[in-house]
T-cell receptor, first 113, second 114 residues
């Protein structure tokens, strides 16, 4: 069965600092990988996705992620964090013809001045 | 587009009562997903539909839970009877195509069962 592990429950970074959120997946074939963001009281919004091709994918709001098959990882990065990036971030993996999407437990990002 | 619309936004009920959550997907989307979010278990996929047909309901926790999609613009998730452990945020999401290439989430229904 597919699964996603986000080892960091909570991360605090200073505004302007770089950010990397970790994600490891478990899936037997080539996975479909996603990062979503959730602001308080809201549903999730897609940041970026990887299906195939270039292993470095660009997303919205200046985020990028790199697929590393050898490490079963899909870490999310941003070079300079803004206070508005404070939210919860979810990594997800999709599988099957009908794209059953399984989410990780999330990483809550706090941004300090 | 108004996005995925869920109602009610908040629901407080007593144990044993029937609860019905509603979802209107984005027009033109033919896949619909129901998720439950709790602190302990995170986001869990309960059931998903494609072209109004349930594809996978293996995530539905118990027979007390049922979901329907009578047409392309409406779905319900029903809990009967409700229990305190059902308290959670329930999200509906929709997408184009066969599945979850890009999920569009509603704002969720916060359910509290007393």
């Amino acid at each position: 069965a597919q699964s996603v592990t986000q080892p960091d429950i909570h991360i605090t970074v200073s505004e302007g600092a770089s950010l990397e959120l970790r994600c490891n997946y478990s899936y037997g074939a080539t996975p479909y990988l996603f990062w979503y963001v959730q602001s308080p009281g809201q549903g999730l919004q897609l940041l970026l996705k990887y299906f195939s091709g270039d292993t470095l994918v660009q997303g919205i709001k200046g985020f990028e992620a790199e697929f590393k098959r050898s490490q079963s990882s899909f870490n999310l990065r941003k070079p300079s964090v803004h206070w508005s990036d404070a939210a919860e971030y979810f990594c997800a993996v999709g599988s099957g013809g009908y794209q059953k999407v399984t989410f990780g437990t999330g990483t809550k990002l706090q941004v300090i001045p | 587009d108004a996005g995925v619309i869920q109602s009610p936004r908040h629901e407080v009920t007593e144990m044993g009562q029937e609860v019905t959550l509603r979802c209107k997907p984005i027009s033109g989307h033919n896949s619909l997903f129901w998720y439950r979010q709790t602190m302990m278990r995170g986001l869990e996929l309960l059931i998903y539909f494609n072209n109004n047909v349930p594809i996978d309901d293996s995530g539905m926790p118990e027979d007390r839970f049922s979901a329907k999609m009578p047409n392309a613009s409406f779905s319900t998730l029903k809990i009967q009877p409700s229990e305190p452990r059902d308290s959670a945020v329930y999200f509906c999401a929709s997408s184009q195509g066969q599945g979850g290439e890009k999920l569009f989430f509603g704002s969720g229904t916060q359910l509290s069962v007393l």
